[in-house]
């Protein structure tokens, strides 16, 4: 049993993934035996709908200086950031001097094209060595953790914004009603508070659990961002529903009363209820179809590895892959090593499975002939890149929205 952050009701969980590590705390041997697990949990709540970890480790085991996470690697989301940046431009920054807040802003992905435009901004990123890549772009950024407390300090130092907005970063902060009350101070009267995060309606639908790890503390639909957001005087007036991270969402809040709620917000909605977001036995379903999906990849990776007598080589060590990892209890004897292109995560191990993490070069001196794709939220830039495994015959093998081999 755990309290619900959002409303206070008691609530249970639907499924326990067992002992997790910390899904980016990539190590050196020499660290294996002091490394940390928590048993990740998730519970819905029946009263406010929010999907949510029960428990979750503490903020600076995640979040610190050597945070290994880079907004920037990915040219995908370089460019949804771009485009999401001239949306705010014109619709949003258009009054005289207008002040832009980015939470998580992290190398300044999305800030970046803000600063190069000379507007007024403000990145808030806690992982120091993240921030300092986006200071040496020139970008204003404070390391800080943002909560009410830092929202009036804010206010204090460059006045209240036009814009508050915030990617991939909402559903990982537990204190989020901190949070909400520090964006209902901080907004202008008509500024907008706009977050995206992955969407629980593609998680439901694609079984893509490797979505929950320990910096997810929320799993949001608009049926709970409303929920939330209604207790600190906000409204929901617009959502968009975005390819991103295998499915996100895009919400935007403001003042109630004080921008005119869009059509598909009720639409939206009424989806979600269809889709059976508010129902406890959803969650069950949930669960069935995760253990299925955990039963089939390994079924299928133990099948490669007798048919050719090594084991696969795994594409991308995304945050996901430890939730896939620890719970399917898939180690070195199954993953021969995993490619990636972050040098802070190459030459370590993965977290709990300690799987080594090696260049992309290494993938051709080994000639595989199957790579599990963990980084699947990238599938179009790595297939474009990927040309000549693919052009050699290679496969793949994938888990969202099925295990198959394509
Ligand atoms: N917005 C970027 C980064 C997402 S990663 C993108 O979409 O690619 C999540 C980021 O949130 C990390 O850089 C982490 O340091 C930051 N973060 C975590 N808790 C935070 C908090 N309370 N306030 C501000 N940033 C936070
Ligand atoms: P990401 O999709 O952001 O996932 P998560 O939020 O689960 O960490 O991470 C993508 C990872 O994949 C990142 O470590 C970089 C790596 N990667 C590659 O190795 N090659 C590629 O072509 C791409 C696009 C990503």
């Not at 370089?78 to 939470?103: C, Q, R």
């Not at 269809?274 to 390994?298: A, C, F, K």
Request: glycine letters at 6%; a negative charge.
């Amino acid at each position: 049993m755990a309290t619900c952050r959002i409303c206070d009701t008691l609530y249970e969980e639907f499924i326990s993934f067992g002992e997790m590590p910390i899904a980016n705390g990539f190590l050196p041997p020499e660290d294996f035996d002091q490394e940390y697990y928590f048993e990740m949990k998730v519970g819905f709540c029946s009263s406010c709908s929010m999907v949510q970890l029960l428990e979750q480790p503490q903020r600076e085991r995640m979040f610190h200086e050597d945070y290994a996470f880079f907004s920037s690697l990915s040219k995908g989301q370089t460019a949804h950031f771009k485009n999401f940046a001239d949306s705010l431009m014109s619709e949003y920054l258009t009054g005289d001097d207008p002040f832009a807040v980015e939470i998580g802003s992290n190398d300044g992905i999305m800030l970046q094209n803000l600063a190069s435009a000379g507007i007024r901004h403000l990145g808030v990123e806690p992982s120091e060595n993240v921030a300092n890549v986006a200071r040496e772009k020139g970008i204003n950024t404070i390391s800080s953790f943002f909560d009410e407390k830092l929202a009036a300090d804010i206010i204090e130092k460059h006045g209240r914004a036009d814009t508050i907005s915030s990617a991939n970063v909402i559903c990982h902060i537990p204190y989020i009603h901190s949070v909400l009350a520090g964006i209902a101070k901080l907004l202008k009267p008509r500024g907008a508070f706009i977050f995206e995060d992955p969407y629980l309606g593609d998680i439901i639908e694609k079984v893509s659990y490797d979505q929950i790890y320990d910096e997810h503390v929320f799993y949001f639909s608009a049926t709970s961002v409303s929920n939330m957001i209604k207790q600190h005087g906000l409204e929901l007036f617009d959502v968009e529903h975005l390819n991103v991270h295998g499915g996100s969402m895009r919400y935007f809040i403001a003042k109630k009363g004080s921008r005119k709620v869009t059509e598909d917000v009720q639409t939206v909605l009424a989806n979600e209820e269809r889709l059976g977001i508010t129902l406890p036995e959803t969650y069950e379903t949930l669960r069935r179809n995760i253990e299925g999906s955990r039963d089939q990849l390994v079924k299928l990776l133990n099948e490669i590895k007798a048919a050719q007598g090594s084991p696969v080589i795994a594409y991308g060590a995304t945050s996901k892959s430890t939730t896939v990892l620890n719970y399917c209890n898939i180690g070195p004897d199954l993953i021969a090593f995993i490619s990636d292109t972050t040098p802070l995560k190459q030459n370590k191990f993965s977290p709990g499975m300690h799987i080594p993490i090696k260049a992309s070069d290494e993938i051709e001196k080994n000639q595989p002939s199957h790579m599990l794709l963990f980084a699947w939220n990238h599938m179009q830039e790595i297939m474009n890149k990927e040309t000549a495994y693919n052009n050699r015959g290679g496969k793949w093998v994938v888990y969202v929205p099925e295990v198959k081999v394509i």
